[in-house]
């Protein structure tokens, strides 16, 4: 099996910052895709910033020059930079991997989420 494990969340005043971590772990043999979706009270989820299959980079256009997307390979880890928050940005946070793992004996891909992180921002 995969997991994603995520951290970085918290309470903060509009105009900070929060840095989101999110590392995953088991039977990988490559990830296609990683990045971030959140949840906001009432709303549909949504997807924030994400590496795409061919290595490219999406954002919403409602974080664009706010929010940076970066990862470290070796660790299969993504992070989120979020700068400059606005109390739409809250929501819970859940980090999404697709990954190319043999855990059930063929390799295949699979989608794999995250337990979510609240990021709460105030006004």
């Known amino acids: 099996q995969v997991q994603l494990v995520e951290s970085g969340g918290g309470l903060v005043q509009a105009g900070e910052s929060l840095r989101l971590s999110c590392a995953a772990s088991g039977r990988i043999l490559s990830i296609n895709a990683m990045g971030w979706h959140r949840q906001a009270p009432g709303k549909q989820r949504e997807s924030v910033a994400a590496f795409t299959r061919g290595d490219q980079i999406n954002y919403a256009d409602s974080v664009k020059g706010r929010f940076t997307i970066s990862r470290d390979n070796a660790k299969n880890t993504v992070y989120l930079q979020m700068d400059s928050l606005k109390p739409e940005d809250t929501g819970v946070y859940y980090c999404?991997?697709?990954?190319?793992?043999?855990?059930?004996?063929?390799?295949?891909?699979?989608?794999?989420w995250g337990q979510g992180t609240q990021v709460t921002v105030s006004s």
């Open positions: 999404y991997a697709n990954v190319r793992s043999d855990a059930l004996g063929i390799p295949r891909d699979y989608n794999y």
